[in-house]
């Protein structure tokens, strides 16, 4: 049994019938979804500790980072799961890898402790910024290889790697949004995600590649 604090108004007010501010659960799943809900909840922070205020704009939001995990899962899609691993894995999948693996024991960690907050904001960032933002935008040209500028072991390895690291982010988020990864790992993989086992440790690989370099650098190109 988890006992938690309260769901308050977005004042900050308990619910009650006299003040008028209940919020029926069953408006909000009708307008945003049972999966944005549950997302909500795990992002906004540690409901064993504080009480929530019931924001629509923020579980609205919390529908737009599912859409993102949705929209990223179908461009990898488009790209064929190779039978088996590169023979060498490029620097920038190494650095991804390396995050990946971070994020993995993170969530394990506190997952463990039934504290979904930490991991899943820490999920969130990593698909929205560090994995879609920057990893995808660099790979994309590799991962094509339209014009036959890379080598095949070279193209195997950006294919290799984002197969691996969205398999194992599905995995991660399974227990919070248990619909939307159950459908998207049944279309990418061909399984049942909930019959998988939790990821591993992921090996960590040595490289000179640093995230905020990375960001830093496409940061000034965008500009």
């Known amino acids: 049994v988890w006992i938690n604090h309260h769901v308050v ?14 919020i029926d659960p069953h408006e909000i799943i009708e307008k945003y ?12 922070g540690d409901l064993s500790k504080t009480d929530f205020r019931c924001s629509f704009e923020r579980i609205e939001g919390a529908g737009k980072t599912l859409t993102k995990l949705w929209n990223v ?11 088996a691993a590169p023979h060498d894995l490029q620097e920038l999948d190494k650095w991804i890898l ?10 394990k960690k506190y997952y463990g402790r039934y504290n979904f907050h930490v991991p899943v904001v820490k999920i969130r960032t ?14 994309k040209s590799r991962a094509y290889n339209n014009d036959g500028k890379f080598t095949n072991d070279e193209s195997l390895s950006a294919l290799h790697t ?9 995995r991660l988020l399974c227990p919070v949004i248990p619909f939307e990864t159950h459908i998207l790992y049944k279309e ?17 690989h040595k490289i000179k590649l640093r995230t905020d370099d990375i960001v830093e650098l496409n940061s ?4």
Request: aromatic share 14%.
């Open 9 to 22: 108004d977005d004042d900050g007010r308990k619910m009650s019938k006299s003040l008028g501010n209940i």
């Open 33 to 44: 979804g049972a999966e944005p809900f549950r997302f909500w909840c795990a992002v906004e």
């Open 73 to 83: 899962c179908r461009f990898i899609s488009m790209f064929p799961k190779p039978a």
């Open 98 to 107: 390396n995050e990946t693996a971070d994020l993995v024991s993170t969530t």
């Open 126 to 139: 990593f698909v929205w910024e560090t994995f879609a933002s920057h990893y995808l935008e660099l790979v």
């Open 162 to 170: 984002m197969h691996t690291v969205i398999d194992t982010v599905l």
């Open 188 to 204: 990418m993989f061909s399984g049942d995600i909930h019959k998988t086992t939790f990821p591993g440790k992921i090996q960590r």
């Open 220 to 223: 000034a190109i965008w500009k």
